[in-house]
C-alpha cells in the first residue's frame, strides 16, 4: 500500500476500467444463460450458487475477505486504512427473474467490484474499509417476497420468515442455501454500514425519453394498493333502460378513466393503473352484475399520495354502483439520504455529465437499507425501459458512466 | 254451431274466463316444475313432450285438429266459417330455460288456448279460422340458434340446418323430434298466416316502473354485436410515466363510458352494453397490454342505430391506444304491422286499460313470423323485470288482461 489513501489529487486521477467492467459484466452473464440473450440465475439455484461462486473467486483475487450472513447476503470486504471507519456499501443482487435480463441487478455488483479493482490496480486503500454485496433474492421469484434477503439484513422481514420461505415446488428457502454452501453463520444485519451506494439500471423509460445518461434517485415512489370491488345487477341487454340498470362496468370504467386522470393532474411523478380488471357474468348481451380491479397508485411526496387517496376514495363514493374499496397496502415513500445524493451528483458533474434526478419506480434493495443506514442509488438508462426481459439491454457508454460517477461518489464519501 | 259468428254485438260480450287461464297456466307449469319454483322444460326432452301432449289434449278437447310440421311447430286449428279466410294465430312457445320461468313462452300459447275456450264455450266461430301456435325451440338452451322453429319456419333457417342443430352432448335435433313423437310430416312454412299475434311477457321493468298493465309492441330492436380488441404495450407500473403508457384498459373504459353516453343521447329506446372484458397480463403493477371486449348497440329505429354505429366507431378511432372494431352481427329493427297494432290498441281501450307503446328488447317468434305475415304481440308486466329465472312472475290480473286484449283483437280480425 502507498500512501495514495492522504492524497486527494491521486485519488481524483483514478478512473474505471470500462473495458475491464464490460467484459466482466458479459462473463457474468453467460452464468446461466439463456438462448434468448437474457439470463436465468434465479435465486439459490445451481446458477446462482455459481454466480456467486465467480464473484467470490473476482473478489478474492483482489484481497478482499469473504462474509456471509445467515440469510445468505455475500459481502466482499477491501480493507481501509482507519479501522474506526464504518464500510462504503456497493452492491445489488447477483440473482435473476427466470427469464430476466443481463444487468438488473448484476450491474450494481459489478460496479462494486470494478471499483475494488480501481483501488486495488493503483495500490490504494481509502480510509474507510469498501464492501461489495449481493443480497440474496432480490426478484423473489422462486423465494417470495421480493427483497428478501435485504429485508431479513434490515429487520423487517425475521429470520424465520425469510428462511421458511416456501417455492411453488415446495422447496424451502434455507434448504437450498445449505445445498449450495451460501448458509453463513453472522447474524444478518449485524454489519454496520456506513453507507450504501446501489447503482442500476431504471428498469423504465424516463433517462433514455430525455437523453440523460444519469439519473440520481432522490427517492423511491410510495405505492397504494386497493382492491376494489363493484356489485351491480345482472339484466337484459336489450329490455333493460338505460337508467334503470346498475351496470358494475360502468363504475368500474369510471374508475379506470378516473383514477389516471388524477395521476395526470398530480405531475410527472405520479402513477395509477388498474392492472386487473375481471367482469361477470361476461355475457355479451347482459348488464355486467360485479367486477373486481385493482388499483395502483404511487407518488414519491406522502402527501401527494395521501391527495391521490383522498381523490380516489371521493371520487369512487360518488359512482353508482358504489364500489367497496379495501387499501390492502401502504408503502411509504422512501427518501434517500441527502449527503449521498449530493456525493453522487458532485460525482456526475465531475465526470462530465449533467444527472438528472430521478424517482424510483420500482423495489430495490436500497429500499430496506435506507431504513438501517444513509442510503443512494444512481441510475443508467436501459433500451426502451425494458426490465425483466431477456432483451434487457443498456448502451457500454452509460455502463462506464455509471461507473465512474459511483466511484466519485465512494472516494468522497470513503476518503 | 250458432249464428253468433255473425252477431258484432254478442261477440263484444264474450270474456275471457280469468281463474281458467290462471289455473290452465299453473297446471301446465306444474310439466317440469323445479323446486325453486321456476320450470325446466328444455326443448325436445321429455318435458317439453309432456307439455306439449298436454297442450294437445286441451286442444282435442275443444274440437281443434293438430297439424306439426317437419320441424315440430305444432298448430291447433279450429275452424271458422270461411273457408276462404286465412287463419289468425295465436301462440308463442312451450319450451323453457333449463332453470326459467312459469310464464315466458308458455303464456302467449295458454292465451290462445283460452280465446279458443272462449269461443267453444259460447258455441261460437268467427269468419277466419283460428290456430294456437307452439314454435319450436324457441329458447335455443339445448339445440341453438334460440328461435329456431319459427326461424325455420319463415325460411330464415334451412331446414337441414334447424334438423340438424346440435346440443353440447352430441344429440341431433332430428333425433329427438322423431324420439317424442313431434316429427312432422307438414313443410314447414307451407301454412298460410292471416294474421300472427304473441302475448308474451315482457321479459323487462318498463310497464312495472310505468304502471301500465298492456303494451302494445310497436315493432322490435335494432341490434349491433361488435368484437372489439385494443393492443397496448405492457409496462412497469411503477417506473411507466402516465404520459409514456399505451394502456389498453384505459381505451377500453372509454368504450364502456363512450357507448353508454351515446345510448343516453339517443332517448328511452336506446340501449348500450359492455357485457365482456378480458384484460391482459392481469397483473396489479403492469400496464394492461390488451383488452378482449364486445359492444351491443340497440335501437328500434334503423336510423338512430346507424347514427350511434357510427358515433361509436368515430369515438373508438379517436382513442389511443385505437382500438379494432369487428362489427359481427346486425339484426335490423323489425316494425309490427300497423293494422294488428292498431287492432290491439282498441283492444285494450275496450276492456279498460290505457295501453302503452313498447319496443321490444328481446327476441321473440314473432320476430320471424313477421318476415311472412303481419304480426303483433301485446307485452303485460313482469315482477321486476326478471325472466330467465325460476322466480319470474306475473300478477294475476295483468295475465287476464293480455288475454282480454288478445280476445278483442282476435275477434276484430277474425270476425
Same mark, same amino acid.
Given at each position: 500500500?502507498? *500512501?495514495?489513501a492522504?492524497?486527494?489529487?491521486?485519488?481524483?486521477?483514478?478512473?474505471?476500467?470500462?473495458?475491464r467492467?464490460?467484459?466482466t459484466?458479459?462473463?457474468?452473464?453467460? #452464468?446461466?444463460?439463456t438462448p434468448?440473450?437474457?439470463?436465468?440465475?434465479?435465486?439459490?439455484?445451481?446458477?446462482?450458487?455459481?454466480?456467486?461462486?465467480?464473484f467470490?473467486?473476482?473478489?478474492?483475487?483482489?484481497?478482499? @475477505?469473504?462474509?456471509? *450472513?445467515?440469510?445468505g447476503?455475500?459481502?466482499?470486504? =477491501?480493507?481501509?486504512?482507519?479501522?474506526?471507519?464504518?464500510?462504503?456499501?456497493?452492491g445489488?443482487?447477483?440473482?435473476?427473474?427466470?427469464?430476466?435480463?443481463?444487468?438488473?441487478?448484476? =450491474?450494481?455488483?459489478?460496479?462494486?467490484?470494478?471499483i475494488?479493482?480501481?483501488?486495488h490496480?493503483a495500490?490504494?486503500?481509502l480510509a474507510?474499509? #469498501? %464492501?461489495?454485496?449481493?443480497?440474496?433474492? /432480490?426478484?423473489?421469484?422462486?423465494? $417470495?417476497p421480493?427483497?428478501?434477503?435485504?429485508?431479513?439484513?434490515?429487520?423487517?422481514?425475521?429470520?424465520?420468515a425469510g428462511l421458511? @420461505?416456501?417455492?411453488?415446488?415446495?422447496t424451502?428457502?434455507? *434448504?437450498e442455501?445449505?445445498?449450495?454452501?451460501?448458509?453463513? @453463520?453472522e $447474524?444478518?444485519?449485524?454489519r454496520?454500514?456506513?453507507?450504501y451506494?446501489e447503482?442500476?439500471?431504471?428498469?423504465?423509460?424516463?433517462?433514455?425519453a430525455g437523453?440523460?445518461?444519469?439519473?440520481?434517485?432522490?427517492?423511491?415512489?410510495?405505492i397504494?394498493?386497493y382492491d376494489?370491488?363493484?356489485t351491480?345487477?345482472? +339484466?337484459?341487454?336489450?329490455?333493460?333502460?338505460m337508467?334503470?340498470r346498475?351496470?358494475?362496468?360502468l363504475?368500474?370504467?369510471?374508475?379506470v378513466?378516473?383514477?389516471d386522470? #388524477?395521476?395526470?393532474t398530480?405531475?410527472?411523478?405520479a402513477r395509477?393503473?388498474?392492472?386487473v380488471?375481471e367482469?361477470?357474468?361476461? +355475457?355479451?348481451?347482459?348488464?355486467?352484475?360485479s367486477v373486481?380491479?385493482?388499483v395502483?397508485?404511487?407518488?414519491p411526496?406522502? %402527501?401527494?399520495?395521501?391527495?391521490?387517496?383522498?381523490?380516489?376514495?371521493?371520487m369512487a363514493?360518488?359512482?353508482?354502483?358504489?364500489p367497496?374499496?379495501?387499501n390492502i397496502?401502504?408503502?411509504?415513500p422512501?427518501?434517500? *439520504?441527502?449527503?449521498?445524493?449530493a456525493?453522487?451528483?458532485?460525482g456526475a458533474?465531475?465526470v462530465?455529465?449533467?444527472?438528472?434526478?430521478?424517482t @424510483?419506480?420500482?423495489g430495490?434493495?436500497a429500499?430496506?437499507?435506507s431504513?438501517?443506514? $444513509?442510503t443512494?442509488?444512481?441510475f443508467?438508462?436501459?433500451?426502451?425501459?425494458?426490465?425483466?426481459?431477456?432483451?434487457e439491454?443498456?448502451?457500454?457508454?452509460?455502463?462506464?458512466?455509471?461507473? /465512474?460517477?459511483t466511484?466519485?461518489?465512494v472516494?468522497?464519501?470513503?476518503a
Amino acid at each position: 500500500m502507498t *500512501d495514495l489513501a492522504n492524497s486527494r489529487s491521486s485519488l481524483d486521477d483514478l478512473t474505471v476500467d470500462g473495458e475491464r467492467l464490460w467484459t466482466t459484466m458479459h462473463q457474468l452473464a453467460e #452464468i446461466g444463460a439463456t438462448p434468448a440473450g437474457g439470463v436465468a440465475r434465479v435465486a439459490l439455484t445451481d446458477a446462482d450458487k455459481a454466480g456467486r461462486d465467480q464473484f467470490v473467486e473476482w473478489a478474492t483475487e483482489l484481497g478482499c @475477505s469473504i462474509h456471509i *450472513d445467515r440469510i445468505g447476503n455475500l459481502f466482499a470486504r =477491501y480493507e481501509g486504512t482507519d479501522p474506526s471507519r464504518d464500510p462504503v456499501v456497493i452492491g445489488s443482487h447477483l440473482d435473476s427473474q427466470p427469464t430476466g435480463g443481463r444487468y438488473d441487478g448484476s =450491474y450494481g455488483v459489478m460496479v462494486g467490484l470494478e471499483i475494488v479493482r480501481v483501488l486495488h490496480g493503483a495500490g490504494v486503500r481509502l480510509a474507510a474499509p #469498501i %464492501e461489495v454485496v449481493s443480497w440474496t433474492d /432480490e426478484e423473489g421469484a422462486r423465494f $417470495p417476497p421480493a427483497m428478501l434477503g435485504s429485508g431479513v439484513f434490515a429487520g423487517e422481514i425475521s429470520l424465520e420468515a425469510g428462511l421458511g @420461505s416456501t417455492a411453488m415446488d415446495g422447496t424451502v428457502l434455507m *434448504d437450498e442455501l445449505v445445498r449450495i454452501g451460501y448458509s453463513g @453463520s453472522e $447474524p444478518a444485519g449485524s454489519r454496520t454500514i456506513g453507507h450504501y451506494l446501489e447503482p442500476h439500471i431504471e428498469q423504465g423509460p424516463i433517462l433514455e425519453a430525455g437523453g440523460h445518461v444519469i439519473g440520481i434517485v432522490t427517492g423511491v415512489q410510495g405505492i397504494r394498493w386497493y382492491d376494489v370491488a363493484i356489485t351491480g345487477k345482472e +339484466s337484459h341487454a336489450g329490455t333493460t333502460p338505460m337508467d334503470r340498470r346498475s351496470d358494475a362496468m360502468l363504475s368500474a370504467a369510471r374508475i379506470v378513466d378516473g383514477v389516471d386522470r #388524477i395521476a395526470r393532474t398530480h405531475g410527472p411523478d405520479a402513477r395509477a393503473t388498474v392492472g386487473v380488471l375481471e367482469a361477470l357474468p361476461g +355475457s355479451r348481451n347482459t348488464v355486467c352484475g360485479s367486477v373486481r380491479m385493482t388499483v395502483d397508485l404511487r407518488h414519491p411526496d406522502p %402527501e401527494v399520495l395521501a391527495a391521490m387517496d383522498a381523490e380516489f376514495t371521493a371520487m369512487a363514493a360518488a359512482l353508482d354502483p358504489t364500489p367497496t374499496i379495501d387499501n390492502i397496502w401502504y408503502s411509504p415513500p422512501i427518501v434517500f *439520504d441527502a449527503d449521498i445524493v449530493a456525493a453522487l451528483r458532485r460525482g456526475a458533474h465531475a465526470v462530465g455529465h449533467d444527472p438528472v434526478d430521478i424517482t @424510483s419506480g420500482a423495489g430495490h434493495d436500497a429500499c430496506y437499507i435506507s431504513r438501517v443506514a $444513509p442510503t443512494g442509488m444512481v441510475f443508467i438508462p436501459c433500451a426502451d425501459g425494458l426490465s425483466h426481459n431477456e432483451a434487457e439491454a443498456i448502451e457500454r457508454d452509460h455502463a462506464i458512466a455509471g461507473a /465512474e460517477v459511483t466511484l466519485r461518489a465512494v472516494i468522497e464519501l470513503g476518503a
